[in-house]
């Protein structure tokens, strides 16, 4: 019975901030945003997260499948992650500060394989293809705090097929299809509170979606490239193991997403990426209903992200980017605008051969501000590499 009155609370928190009440104030995800898709290369990671025009040989499926035809030769890429993060409230009245601990938690998110110049006709026209696997939303992580710990794995892993055209290597056209692959989620909760029972649950998530993506070489200074992914919706079901068995079903409504981006070559050595993306988060929608709202009437404005990288001699690689979240504030908050994440990036290129390279990378994001009843802080730390092999 405490086991199930713990898990019933869980609930109704959980409930309370996915659909725009703030009892907790926050995902149960490492994401700010728990619906934010994963960008799976580490060399895009270290550029500002910009990653049209810098993802790595057979990553591009991933990120931009319209360049996949620019490579001539065969490339397989395999991308891992490290997390690790921090959230902290600090009360008004009693000045309490209460700390939630993401510790390290590690993965591999991505596997790519690119062929080279599948069907080439003269020179004018060549085709390549690619497949893929990947972890789209990530809800991998380990949080603790002074009453429970919460490890959670899995998310929305998808099988990617892609398709490459390059007309007169001037312009690029792709499209990619993403189905759902060993989706699998599972959440343990260990309570340090003797009044409760610890549980976990068990789960999938579910969504098949395609990405059209162009890309533009003006000269050799200039390329600018445009992605789109439409909407679509994400189905998740799980059951929370106990004695009396609770089955929850949930379907989201995930707005599309369209990205722009330019790359500029300003000398030899310095390369500047930038993007532009939207972030509809006033239409995401849980079970039909406003996802991010304030109320029930008062739905979350729009937000976009920013993207900028400079990578010098084609190894070393720093980066910024801003992204707009969710609305983390009391509901009494009167803006409905979303608030803005702010992150710092890093990276390193080694070439250990002419057909064997590893890219590194670091962020650093951050998210500060006040709400009802008193100051939060966020702070998000991610690693990680992505090894390729040409041949």
């Given at each position: 019975?405490?086991?199930?009155?713990?898990?019933?609370?869980?609930?109704?928190?959980?409930?309370?901030i996915?659909?725009?009440?703030?009892?907790?104030?926050?995902?149960?995800?490492?994401?700010?945003?728990?619906?934010e898709p994963?960008?799976?290369?580490?060399?895009?990671?270290?550029?500002?997260?910009?990653?049209?025009?810098?993802?790595?040989?057979?990553?591009?499926?991933?990120?931009?499948?319209?360049?996949?035809?620019?490579?001539?030769?065969?490339?397989i890429?395999?991308?891992?992650?490290?997390?690790?993060?921090?959230?902290?409230?600090?009360?008004?009245?009693?000045?309490?500060?209460?700390?939630?601990?993401y510790?390290?938690?590690?993965?591999?998110?991505?596997?790519?394989?690119?062929?080279?110049?599948?069907?080439?006709?003269?020179?004018k026209?060549?085709?390549?293809?690619?497949?893929?696997?990947?972890?789209?939303?990530?809800?991998?992580?380990?949080?603790?705090?002074?009453?429970?710990?919460?490890?959670?794995?899995?998310?929305?892993?998808?099988?990617?097929?892609?398709?490459?055209?390059?007309?007169?290597?001037?312009?690029?056209?792709?499209?990619?299809?993403?189905?759902?692959?060993?989706?699998?989620?599972?959440?343990?909760?260990?309570?340090n509170?003797?009044?409760?029972?610890?549980y976990?649950?068990?789960?999938?998530?579910?969504?098949?979606?395609f990405?059209?993506?162009?890309?533009?070489?003006?000269?050799?200074?200039?390329?600018?490239?445009?992605?789109?992914?439409?909407?679509?919706?994400?189905?998740?079901?799980?059951?929370?193991?106990?004695?009396?068995?609770?089955?929850?079903?949930?379907?989201?409504?995930?707005?599309?997403?369209?990205a722009?981006?330019?790359?500029?070559?300003?000398?030899?050595?310095?390369?500047?990426?930038?993007?532009?993306?939207?972030?509809?988060?006033?239409?995401?929608?849980q079970?039909d209903e406003?996802?991010?709202?304030?109320?029930?009437?008062?739905?979350?404005?729009?937000?976009?992200?920013?993207?900028?990288g400079?990578?010098?001699?084609?190894?070393?690689?720093?980066g910024?980017?801003?992204?707009?979240?969710?609305?983390?504030?009391?509901?009494?908050?009167?803006?409905?605008?979303?608030?803005?994440?702010?992150?710092?990036?890093?990276?390193?290129?080694?070439?250990l051969?002419?057909?064997?390279?590893?890219?590194?990378?670091?962020?650093?994001?951050?998210?500060?501000?006040?709400?009802?009843?008193?100051?939060?802080?966020?702070?998000?730390?991610?690693a990680?590499?992505?090894?390729?092999?040409?041949?």
């Amino acid at each position: 019975m405490k086991k199930v009155v713990f898990v019933l609370l869980y609930l109704s928190c959980l409930c309370s901030i996915l659909n725009g009440h703030t009892i907790i104030r926050r995902w149960n995800t490492f994401n700010l945003n728990g619906l934010e898709p994963e960008i799976i290369d580490s060399k895009a990671q270290s550029l500002g997260r910009a990653s049209l025009f810098t993802s790595s040989g057979a990553n591009n499926l991933f990120n931009n499948t319209s360049m996949l035809s620019k490579f001539d030769c065969k490339n397989i890429q395999v991308s891992y992650r490290i997390n690790y993060g921090e959230s902290k409230s600090t009360n008004y009245d009693f000045s309490n500060t209460y700390t939630n601990y993401y510790k390290f938690h590690m993965k591999l998110n991505g596997i790519a394989f690119s062929t080279s110049d599948l069907y080439q006709f003269s020179n004018k026209l060549k085709i390549n293809l690619a497949i893929g696997y990947r972890t789209y939303i990530d809800w991998g992580y380990k949080r603790e705090t002074s009453t429970y710990i919460i490890d959670s794995n899995g998310g929305l892993n998808l099988i990617v097929l892609g398709s490459s055209i390059c007309i007169k290597d001037t312009y690029f056209f792709g499209l990619s299809y993403n189905y759902p692959f060993q989706c699998a989620t599972s959440t343990k909760f260990k309570s340090n509170n003797v009044l409760y029972d610890s549980y976990k649950t068990n789960g999938t998530m579910k969504a098949s979606f395609f990405v059209l993506s162009s890309s533009y070489i003006i000269n050799k200074s200039y390329n600018i490239s445009v992605r789109f992914r439409p909407d679509f919706k994400l189905k998740r079901e799980f059951k929370i193991s106990d004695d009396e068995d609770i089955d929850t079903k949930i379907e989201y409504d995930v707005p599309y997403e369209l990205a722009i981006a330019v790359k500029i070559l300003s000398s030899d050595h310095i390369n500047i990426f930038a993007e532009y993306l939207t972030c509809n988060l006033g239409e995401y929608k849980q079970n039909d209903e406003y996802l991010y709202s304030l109320d029930d009437n008062d739905k979350s404005e729009n937000g976009h992200t920013i993207r900028i990288g400079l990578e010098y001699n084609e190894n070393y690689r720093l980066g910024f980017y801003s992204q707009s979240v969710p609305i983390y504030t009391h509901p009494s908050r009167v803006s409905n605008k979303p608030q803005t994440e702010f992150g710092f990036t890093a990276g390193y290129g080694f070439i250990l051969s002419s057909i064997l390279n590893v890219n590194c990378f670091t962020t650093y994001s951050f998210l500060n501000y006040d709400d009802f009843y008193g100051n939060c802080s966020d702070f998000r730390i991610k690693a990680g590499c992505s090894v390729g092999y040409s041949f």
